[in-house]
């Protein structure tokens, strides 16, 4: 199975891994806790300590245009909180 991982990069979530040394990434919706560990520990060598998740549902929306109105749906994700080891720290821009 592919999992799909990208790091969610806004003001909560950086200052979050700053106070916490905790970091956020948005992944598949069918990854399991130990998989998100597996996968973050070999892309950026690190030890993980805790990995919490959470399922975001996808959002409807709507838009009116000339053609009448639009409906579609936002997809669903799954957010995973990482915690790692004290000192160790993730560049999520050293890949670029």
């Not at 959470?54 to 749906?73: D, F, H, S, V």
């Not at 799954?78 to 999520?92: F, L, M, P, R, S």
Request: proline share 3%.
């Amino acid at each position: 199975m592919k999992i799909d991982i990208r790091p969610i990069v806004t003001e909560k979530a950086t200052a979050y891994s700053e106070k916490q040394n905790c970091y956020t990434f948005a992944v598949s919706p069918d990854a399991n806790k130990f998989q998100i560990k597996d996968l973050v520990e070999k892309l950026y060598n690190v030890r993980v300590v805790k990995v919490n998740t959470a399922l975001y549902a996808g959002k409807r929306m709507m838009r009116y245009t000339k053609a009448g109105i639009i409906r579609g749906q936002k997809p669903a994700y799954k957010k995973a909180y990482v915690t790692v080891a004290e000192g160790q720290t993730i560049d999520y821009f050293s890949n670029i």
